[in-house]
Protein backbone atom coordinates (compact mmCIF):
# COMPACT_ATOMS: atom_id res chain seq x y z
CA UNK A 1 0.00 0.00 0.00
CA UNK A 2 2.94 2.28 0.37
CA UNK A 3 4.87 2.63 -2.49
CA UNK A 4 7.56 5.42 -2.05
CA UNK A 5 9.38 6.81 1.29
CA UNK A 6 7.75 10.59 0.40
CA UNK A 7 3.96 8.74 0.81
CA UNK A 8 5.36 6.97 3.62
CA UNK A 9 5.72 10.16 5.70
CA UNK A 10 2.51 11.88 4.69
CA UNK A 11 1.55 8.64 5.88
CA UNK A 12 3.21 8.82 9.26
CA UNK A 13 1.91 11.68 9.97
CA UNK A 14 -1.64 10.67 9.59
CA UNK A 15 -0.36 7.95 12.14
CA UNK A 16 0.63 10.28 14.57
CA UNK A 17 -2.66 12.14 14.45
CA UNK A 18 -5.12 8.73 14.65
CA UNK A 19 -5.53 6.60 17.06
CA UNK A 20 -8.32 4.31 18.30
CA UNK A 21 -10.74 5.04 20.88
CA UNK A 22 -12.48 1.97 22.05
CA UNK A 23 -14.24 3.00 25.20
CA UNK A 24 -17.60 2.27 26.45
CA UNK A 25 -20.51 3.59 28.22
CA UNK A 26 -24.03 3.38 29.15
CA UNK A 27 -26.25 2.80 25.95
CA UNK A 28 -28.01 6.23 24.91
CA UNK A 29 -31.70 6.85 24.71
CA UNK A 30 -32.99 7.52 20.93
CA UNK A 31 -31.84 6.49 17.65
CA UNK A 32 -28.26 5.85 18.39
CA UNK A 33 -29.38 2.92 21.20
CA UNK A 34 -28.31 0.18 18.94
CA UNK A 35 -25.38 1.83 17.07
CA UNK A 36 -21.70 1.83 17.11
CA UNK A 37 -19.85 5.06 16.29
CA UNK A 38 -17.76 5.44 13.83
CA UNK A 39 -15.03 8.09 13.96
CA UNK A 40 -13.46 8.78 10.74
CA UNK A 41 -10.61 11.36 10.44
CA UNK A 42 -11.03 12.50 7.22
CA UNK A 43 -8.15 14.04 4.62
CA UNK A 44 -5.51 15.49 5.79
CA UNK A 45 -4.68 18.53 6.18
CA UNK A 46 -7.89 20.09 4.04
CA UNK A 47 -11.56 18.29 4.12
CA UNK A 48 -13.62 16.83 7.42
CA UNK A 49 -13.95 14.08 9.16
CA UNK A 50 -17.21 12.79 10.53
CA UNK A 51 -18.91 9.92 12.43
CA UNK A 52 -20.83 7.64 11.26
CA UNK A 53 -23.30 4.83 13.34
CA UNK A 54 -24.15 1.42 12.66
CA UNK A 55 -26.96 0.07 13.50
CA UNK A 56 -25.65 -3.84 15.10
CA UNK A 57 -29.02 -4.89 13.90
CA UNK A 58 -30.21 -3.41 10.72
CA UNK A 59 -26.51 -3.13 9.67
CA UNK A 60 -27.06 0.49 8.34
CA UNK A 61 -24.79 2.79 8.26
CA UNK A 62 -25.83 6.10 8.88
CA UNK A 63 -23.01 8.67 8.10
CA UNK A 64 -21.70 11.93 8.99
CA UNK A 65 -24.35 12.53 11.91
CA UNK A 66 -22.92 16.06 13.08
CA UNK A 67 -23.25 18.22 9.53
CA UNK A 68 -26.88 16.45 9.21
CA UNK A 69 -27.66 17.89 12.64
CA UNK A 70 -26.09 21.13 12.64
CA UNK A 71 -25.41 22.04 9.23
CA UNK A 72 -21.93 22.70 8.81
CA UNK A 73 -19.25 20.30 8.79
CA UNK A 74 -16.89 19.38 12.30
CA UNK A 75 -13.17 19.91 10.61
CA UNK A 76 -10.24 18.56 10.58
CA UNK A 77 -9.17 15.91 11.51
CA UNK A 78 -11.44 14.19 13.57
CA UNK A 79 -9.11 12.21 16.26
CA UNK A 80 -11.45 10.65 18.82
CA UNK A 81 -15.21 10.33 20.18
CA UNK A 82 -16.22 9.53 24.06
CA UNK A 83 -19.28 9.62 25.34
CA UNK A 84 -19.90 11.23 28.80
CA UNK A 85 -23.27 11.42 30.30
CA UNK A 86 -26.24 12.44 27.32
CA UNK A 87 -23.44 14.10 25.70
CA UNK A 88 -20.74 13.46 23.42
CA UNK A 89 -17.37 15.04 23.15
CA UNK A 90 -15.82 14.91 19.42
CA UNK A 91 -11.96 15.94 19.57
CA UNK A 92 -11.05 17.58 15.97
CA UNK A 93 -7.52 17.89 16.59
CA UNK A 94 -6.09 20.04 13.40
CA UNK A 95 -8.47 22.58 14.31
CA UNK A 96 -8.29 22.79 17.81
CA UNK A 97 -11.17 22.12 19.26
CA UNK A 98 -13.96 19.79 20.94
CA UNK A 99 -17.42 19.69 19.81
CA UNK A 100 -20.02 19.19 22.15
CA UNK A 101 -23.33 17.15 20.99
CA UNK A 102 -26.70 16.05 22.68
CA UNK A 103 -26.31 12.25 22.32
CA UNK A 104 -29.80 11.28 21.19
CA UNK A 105 -29.66 13.45 18.43
CA UNK A 106 -25.79 15.39 17.81
CA UNK A 107 -26.94 18.63 17.36
CA UNK A 108 -24.81 21.25 19.15
CA UNK A 109 -24.16 22.07 22.91
CA UNK A 110 -21.16 24.01 22.92
CA UNK A 111 -17.61 24.29 21.29
CA UNK A 112 -14.68 24.01 23.33
CA UNK A 113 -12.05 25.96 21.65
CA UNK A 114 -8.02 27.26 22.20
CA UNK A 115 -6.88 23.65 22.35
CA UNK A 116 -3.63 22.69 21.15
CA UNK A 117 -3.65 19.59 18.79
CA UNK A 118 -6.36 17.71 21.16
CA UNK A 119 -6.46 14.19 21.47
CA UNK A 120 -8.54 12.82 23.36
CA UNK A 121 -11.26 13.70 26.24
CA UNK A 122 -12.44 11.58 29.02
CA UNK A 123 -15.45 12.51 31.83
CA UNK A 124 -14.61 12.31 35.25
CA UNK A 125 -17.74 13.34 36.64
CA UNK A 126 -20.72 15.94 36.03
CA UNK A 127 -18.62 19.29 36.74
CA UNK A 128 -14.67 17.96 35.44
CA UNK A 129 -13.52 16.30 32.14
CA UNK A 130 -10.02 16.15 30.64
CA UNK A 131 -8.74 16.58 27.70
CA UNK A 132 -4.92 15.71 26.26
CA UNK A 133 -3.31 17.80 23.92
CA UNK A 134 -0.20 17.89 22.40
CA UNK A 135 1.45 20.95 23.83
CA UNK A 136 2.41 18.28 26.68
CA UNK A 137 -0.63 19.03 28.74
CA UNK A 138 -4.00 17.74 30.02
CA UNK A 139 -6.20 20.56 30.10
CA UNK A 140 -9.20 20.51 33.36
CA UNK A 141 -12.93 21.16 31.09
CA UNK A 142 -15.13 22.74 33.46
CA UNK A 143 -18.13 20.77 31.92
CA UNK A 144 -20.91 23.08 33.81
CA UNK A 145 -20.02 25.80 31.26
CA UNK A 146 -17.37 23.97 28.87
CA UNK A 147 -14.16 26.08 30.04
CA UNK A 148 -10.90 25.65 30.47
CA UNK A 149 -10.19 26.02 34.19
CA UNK A 150 -6.59 24.84 34.44
CA UNK A 151 -3.60 23.05 32.56
CA UNK A 152 -1.60 20.13 33.73
CA UNK A 153 1.52 19.59 33.03
CA UNK A 154 2.54 15.90 31.24
CA UNK A 155 5.34 14.28 29.25
CA UNK A 156 5.54 14.49 25.75
CA UNK A 157 2.80 14.56 23.40
CA UNK A 158 -0.03 13.09 25.78
CA UNK A 159 -2.60 10.52 24.14
CA UNK A 160 -4.81 8.00 25.51
CA UNK A 161 -5.87 8.13 29.20
CA UNK A 162 -7.83 5.92 31.74
CA UNK A 163 -9.29 6.66 35.22
CA UNK A 164 -8.76 4.40 37.83
CA UNK A 165 -9.32 5.48 41.91
CA UNK A 166 -8.13 8.40 42.41
CA UNK A 167 -5.44 8.62 39.63
CA UNK A 168 -5.32 9.76 36.19
CA UNK A 169 -2.97 7.79 33.81
CA UNK A 170 -1.80 9.29 30.78
CA UNK A 171 0.43 7.45 27.92
CA UNK A 172 2.54 10.20 26.47
CA UNK A 173 3.50 9.05 22.89
CA UNK A 174 6.16 11.93 22.17
CA UNK A 175 3.75 13.59 19.82
CA UNK A 176 6.03 14.16 16.50
CA UNK A 177 8.91 12.72 18.40
CA UNK A 178 9.29 9.73 21.03
CA UNK A 179 8.57 9.44 24.28
CA UNK A 180 8.44 6.77 26.77
CA UNK A 181 6.52 7.49 30.17
CA UNK A 182 2.77 7.53 31.77
CA UNK A 183 1.83 10.56 33.52
CA UNK A 184 -0.06 10.07 36.83
CA UNK A 185 -2.26 12.68 38.24
CA UNK A 186 -4.18 13.50 41.19
CA UNK A 187 -7.56 13.67 40.52
CA UNK A 188 -8.19 15.24 43.96
CA UNK A 189 -6.22 18.65 43.16
CA UNK A 190 -5.32 17.68 39.70
CA UNK A 191 -1.07 17.89 39.98
CA UNK A 192 0.70 15.58 38.43
CA UNK A 193 2.14 12.59 40.66
CA UNK A 194 5.02 10.91 38.79
CA UNK A 195 5.95 9.71 35.32
CA UNK A 196 6.48 6.43 35.30
CA UNK A 197 9.48 5.08 32.76
CA UNK A 198 8.08 2.62 30.16
CA UNK A 199 9.04 1.60 26.79
CA UNK A 200 8.96 3.85 23.68
CA UNK A 201 6.22 5.04 22.06
CA UNK A 202 3.74 4.06 24.73
CA UNK A 203 0.26 4.17 22.02
CA UNK A 204 -2.70 2.18 24.38
CA UNK A 205 -3.68 1.71 27.63
CA UNK A 206 -5.89 -1.32 29.20
CA UNK A 207 -7.22 -2.23 32.44
CA UNK A 208 -7.60 -6.29 33.22
CA UNK A 209 -9.59 -8.06 35.17
CA UNK A 210 -7.31 -7.62 37.87
CA UNK A 211 -7.48 -4.32 37.94
CA UNK A 212 -4.43 -3.71 36.65
CA UNK A 213 -3.47 -1.17 33.62
CA UNK A 214 -1.52 -2.55 30.64
CA UNK A 215 0.60 -0.37 28.07
CA UNK A 216 1.56 -1.02 24.58
CA UNK A 217 4.51 0.29 23.84
CA UNK A 218 5.28 0.50 20.14
CA UNK A 219 8.64 0.79 20.00
CA UNK A 220 10.66 3.79 18.14
CA UNK A 221 10.28 3.26 14.58
CA UNK A 222 8.40 2.59 11.72
CA UNK A 223 6.76 -0.16 10.17
CA UNK A 224 8.41 -1.55 6.99
CA UNK A 225 10.76 1.02 7.13
CA UNK A 226 13.88 -0.53 9.58
CA UNK A 227 16.16 2.16 10.45
CA UNK A 228 19.52 2.22 13.06
CA UNK A 229 18.10 3.27 16.54
CA UNK A 230 14.69 1.14 16.46
CA UNK A 231 13.69 -0.27 19.51
CA UNK A 232 11.53 -3.13 20.17
CA UNK A 233 7.86 -2.97 21.10
CA UNK A 234 7.17 -3.82 24.93
CA UNK A 235 3.95 -4.91 26.46
CA UNK A 236 3.82 -3.23 30.72
CA UNK A 237 1.55 -4.12 33.25
CA UNK A 238 1.57 -1.41 36.12
CA UNK A 239 -0.03 -1.66 39.39
CA UNK A 240 -2.10 1.66 39.53
CA UNK A 241 -2.40 2.06 43.50
CA UNK A 242 1.47 1.86 44.11
CA UNK A 243 2.56 2.69 40.16
CA UNK A 244 4.74 0.09 40.45
CA UNK A 245 6.08 -1.72 36.91
CA UNK A 246 4.81 -5.78 37.38
CA UNK A 247 6.31 -6.99 34.56
CA UNK A 248 7.31 -6.00 30.56
CA UNK A 249 7.03 -8.12 27.70
CA UNK A 250 9.65 -7.21 25.07
CA UNK A 251 8.86 -7.90 21.49
CA UNK A 252 11.52 -10.16 19.84
CA UNK A 253 12.47 -7.53 16.90
CA UNK A 254 12.88 -3.92 16.00
CA UNK A 255 11.36 -3.96 12.71
CA UNK A 256 7.82 -4.77 13.67
CA UNK A 257 5.83 -2.17 15.81
CA UNK A 258 1.93 -2.50 17.14
CA UNK A 259 -0.51 -0.34 18.36
CA UNK A 260 -3.77 0.60 19.13
CA UNK A 261 -4.39 -2.29 21.95
CA UNK A 262 -7.84 -3.20 23.34
CA UNK A 263 -9.41 -5.24 25.49
CA UNK A 264 -12.41 -8.10 26.10
CA UNK A 265 -15.19 -7.88 28.11
CA UNK A 266 -13.87 -9.76 31.04
CA UNK A 267 -10.46 -8.04 31.14
CA UNK A 268 -8.94 -11.25 30.32
CA UNK A 269 -7.34 -10.74 26.63
CA UNK A 270 -5.61 -8.06 25.54
CA UNK A 271 -5.55 -7.53 21.65
CA UNK A 272 -3.36 -5.46 19.41
CA UNK A 273 -2.58 -4.40 15.58
CA UNK A 274 0.51 -6.04 14.57
CA UNK A 275 1.96 -5.33 10.68
CA UNK A 276 1.35 -9.35 10.29
CA UNK A 277 -2.33 -9.51 11.55
CA UNK A 278 -3.90 -8.59 14.64
CA UNK A 279 -2.64 -10.48 17.98
CA UNK A 280 -4.12 -11.77 21.09
CA UNK A 281 -2.62 -11.80 24.46
CA UNK A 282 -3.85 -13.36 27.89
CA UNK A 283 -3.15 -10.69 30.82
CA UNK A 284 -1.93 -13.98 32.66
CA UNK A 285 0.88 -14.87 30.49
CA UNK A 286 4.42 -13.95 29.96
CA UNK A 287 5.00 -14.91 26.51
CA UNK A 288 3.84 -13.25 23.48
CA UNK A 289 1.95 -15.19 20.28
CA UNK A 290 4.12 -16.09 17.49
CA UNK A 291 1.22 -16.64 15.27
CA UNK A 292 -1.82 -13.85 14.97
CA UNK A 293 -5.16 -14.48 15.93
CA UNK A 294 -6.76 -12.37 12.45
CA UNK A 295 -4.28 -12.89 9.76
CA UNK A 296 -4.82 -9.32 7.67
CA UNK A 297 -2.96 -8.35 4.13
CA UNK A 298 -2.09 -5.02 5.36
CA UNK A 299 -1.46 -3.98 9.38
CA UNK A 300 -5.14 -2.39 10.04
CA UNK A 301 -5.54 1.19 10.81
CA UNK A 302 -8.26 1.35 13.72
CA UNK A 303 -8.62 -1.78 16.01
CA UNK A 304 -11.34 -2.21 18.65
CA UNK A 305 -13.58 -5.13 20.62
CA UNK A 306 -17.78 -5.06 20.80
CA UNK A 307 -18.90 -6.74 24.21
CA UNK A 308 -22.12 -6.25 23.26
CA UNK A 309 -21.97 -8.83 19.95
CA UNK A 310 -18.53 -10.54 21.06
CA UNK A 311 -16.85 -8.83 17.99
CA UNK A 312 -13.17 -7.19 16.96
CA UNK A 313 -13.47 -4.48 14.71
CA UNK A 314 -10.55 -3.52 12.25
CA UNK A 315 -10.29 -0.51 9.51
CA UNK A 316 -8.66 -0.56 6.17
CA UNK A 317 -8.33 3.65 5.19
CA UNK A 318 -7.59 2.37 1.09
CA UNK A 319 -5.76 4.77 -0.40
CA UNK A 320 -6.42 7.37 2.93
CA UNK A 321 -8.97 9.44 0.41
CA UNK A 322 -12.37 7.31 -0.31
CA UNK A 323 -14.46 5.59 1.74
CA UNK A 324 -12.88 3.09 4.53
CA UNK A 325 -13.71 -0.30 5.39
CA UNK A 326 -15.03 -1.86 8.60
CA UNK A 327 -14.37 -5.82 8.84
CA UNK A 328 -15.75 -7.57 12.33
CA UNK A 329 -14.62 -11.32 12.90
CA UNK A 330 -15.49 -13.09 15.86
CA UNK A 331 -13.56 -12.59 18.93
CA UNK A 332 -14.20 -16.14 19.80
CA UNK A 333 -12.35 -17.97 17.41
CA UNK A 334 -11.14 -14.93 15.03
CA UNK A 335 -13.12 -15.83 11.88
CA UNK A 336 -14.40 -13.09 9.47
CA UNK A 337 -18.27 -12.18 10.16
CA UNK A 338 -19.12 -9.15 7.67
CA UNK A 339 -17.63 -6.28 6.62
CA UNK A 340 -18.93 -2.34 5.33
CA UNK A 341 -18.15 1.00 3.87
CA UNK A 342 -17.57 3.77 6.74
CA UNK A 343 -16.10 7.36 5.90
CA UNK A 344 -13.05 8.81 5.11
CA UNK A 345 -9.40 7.10 7.33
CA UNK A 346 -12.01 5.10 9.60
CA UNK A 347 -9.52 5.49 12.89
CA UNK A 348 -11.88 4.75 15.83
CA UNK A 349 -14.87 3.34 17.59
CA UNK A 350 -17.03 3.71 20.25
CA UNK A 351 -18.91 0.98 22.04
CA UNK A 352 -22.19 0.64 24.27
CA UNK A 353 -22.68 -1.34 26.98
Not at 175 to 204: A, K, M, Q
Request: with cysteine; net charge negative; proline share 6%.
Amino acid sequence: MKTTLSYFILISIFCLIISCSKNTDDKPAGAWSNSVFIINEGPFPTGTGTISAFDRDSHVVTPDLFETANGRPLGNIVQSMTVHGDKAYIVVNNANKIEVVNLDDFTSVATIENLTLPRYFIGFNENKGYVSCWDSTVKVINLADYSIESSIKTGTGPDEMILVNDYLFVINSGGFGVDSTVSVISTDNDTPLVLLEVGHRPSGIQEDMNGNLWVLCSGRGWNFFPAPGDTPAELVCIDPDSQEILKTIIFPDTENHPDNLTINKNGMTLYYNHPNGIFDFPVTGFTLNSQPFITGNAMFYALGYDDEVNMIYASDPLDYAQNGWIYRYNAGDGTPVDSFLAGIIPNGFWFFR
